[in-house]
């Protein structure tokens, strides 16, 4: 495995904006791009963590207005919501980076959390009871906290997991969409600065310049999916992600099986 180029940092900032805030899996898809770039190593998968941040800079650009202004309940939900999966990620993060961040691994997730959103889906809602994220309560914040530790698992989905657990705790459709975001941003900051801090030793001020251009990358696509996933959400539901995980997942599985790519062991 080689350490990851300029060109190398803007593919991956630009798959990860793409797919950060979709139900399917920003990690599941940077380890599998990585790994077909050739960038799976120790240092690679450190850039894969840090560079969702730019993400979660687009999200406070975009909602600067409302997390720039004293809201406590807001604070405290996401406090709430934040600390089962930072918790979990300090007690475990080493040992699911060293043994699920491979791509038969994550594609056995796709297709199971595809299953998942289809099952959700199709099973009906009732009127949602919480209608929008000003109205959440600190045990829906807690719940969907719950929801996110799931996203722990590479593959699983952070947006995935904390969407549609939403949508099950009795969230309408937006305000699991937006606490998402909302929620992206403790959580991205806090992986992306303990995995940094962490792994310091393996990195240099001549890594500046690919890093910039990862969360550059990320940053600028991030914003474009924010916008449009809010719009999208308005009318349709979410069953096209399902499908979509389902086949990438197989088509992964079946390379893998067959020799057609030569995936990373675990």
């Given amino acids: 495995m080689r350490d990851p180029t300029l060109a190398d940092a803007l593919i991956l900032g630009i798959v990860e904006g793409l797919t950060e805030f979709l139900p399917i899996s920003s990690t599941g898809h940077l380890i599998l791009a990585g790994d077909l770039l050739g960038v799976n190593g120790e240092r690679g998968k450190v850039f894969h963590v840090a560079i969702q941040s730019g993400a979660m800079l687009a999200v406070l650009w975009e909602y600067r207005s409302r ?99 939403g949508m099950l705790f009795g969230l309408s459709r937006r305000a699991a969409t937006e606490f998402s975001f909302f929620l992206a941003v403790p959580t991205l900051v806090a992986a992306g600065s303990w995995d ?14 690919v890093f910039a251009t990862g969360l550059s990358a990320a940053f600028v696509s991030a914003m474009l999916v924010i916008r449009w996933l809010l719009r999208y959400v308005a009318t349709r539901d979410f069953t096209p992600f399902a499908w979509y995980r389902i086949v990438f997942g197989a088509v992964v599985l079946v390379t893998a099986e067959t020799g057609w790519v030569r995936w990373s062991p675990p």
């Fill in 67 to 165: 997390f720039f202004r004293v809201d406590p309940v807001l604070w405290r939900n996401l406090a709430i919501a934040f600390l089962p999966a930072a918790l979990l990620g300090v007690a475990f993060g080493a040992a699911i980076k060293a043994h699920l961040f491979a791509p038969a691994a994550v594609a056995g997730a796709f297709v199971a959390g595809g299953l998942v959103i289809l099952w959700v889906e199709r099973r009906g809602h009732a009127p949602p009871r919480v209608a929008s994220v000003d109205a959440m309560c600190a045990t829906d914040a807690l719940k969907v906290g719950l929801a996110q530790c799931f996203a722990l698992v590479p593959g699983v989905s952070r947006a995935g997991a904390t969407i549609i657990g």
């Fill in 196 to 209: 940094l801090w962490s792994n310091r030793a393996l990195f240099s001020a001549a890594d500046l310049p």
